[in-house]
């Protein structure tokens, strides 16, 4: 089966960092674009940032621009997500998810076909 599975959330306090993981199986992450959403308590999935694999390009939410950093290692099939200078306000379910390389650049989670099952990360005051 096809499958994502994140890892390395966890509780930070703000201004620390985290570095989270999406490990595939079942495909190769070079044929797809990579997209980390985040969905807290009472709000809707939010893309947080996206690569493509069709060119290497690279797609941030304005929110986490200049703080957060998507990077993969094809040979290993994992996409990693390393979040710096943490805000409260990125508490939430973090999820990595495959869509094809042309729709990366529009973080809309409803053209991402593979999720994995979120990893939590806990940002304190």
């Known amino acids: 089966e096809v499958q994502l599975v994140e890892s390395g959330g966890g509780l930070v306090q703000a201004g620390g960092s985290l570095r989270l993981s999406c490990a595939a199986s079942g495909f190769t992450f070079d044929d797809y674009a990579i997209g980390w959403f985040h969905q807290a308590p009472g709000k809707e999935r939010e893309g947080v940032l996206c690569?493509?694999?069709?060119?290497?390009?690279?797609y941030y939410a304005d929110s986490v621009k200049g703080r957060f950093t998507i990077s993969s290692d094809n040979a290993k099939n994992t996409v990693y997500l390393q979040m710096n200078s943490l805000k409260p306000e990125d508490t939430a379910v973090y999820y990595c998810?495959?869509?094809?390389?042309?729709?990366?650049?529009?973080?809309?989670?409803?053209?991402?076909?593979?999720w994995g099952q979120g990893t939590l990360v806990t940002v304190s005051s």
């Open positions: 998810a495959a869509t094809s390389p042309g729709l990366c650049s529009r973080l809309y989670s409803g053209y991402f076909e593979v």
């Open positions: 690569i493509s694999s069709s060119d290497g390009s690279t």
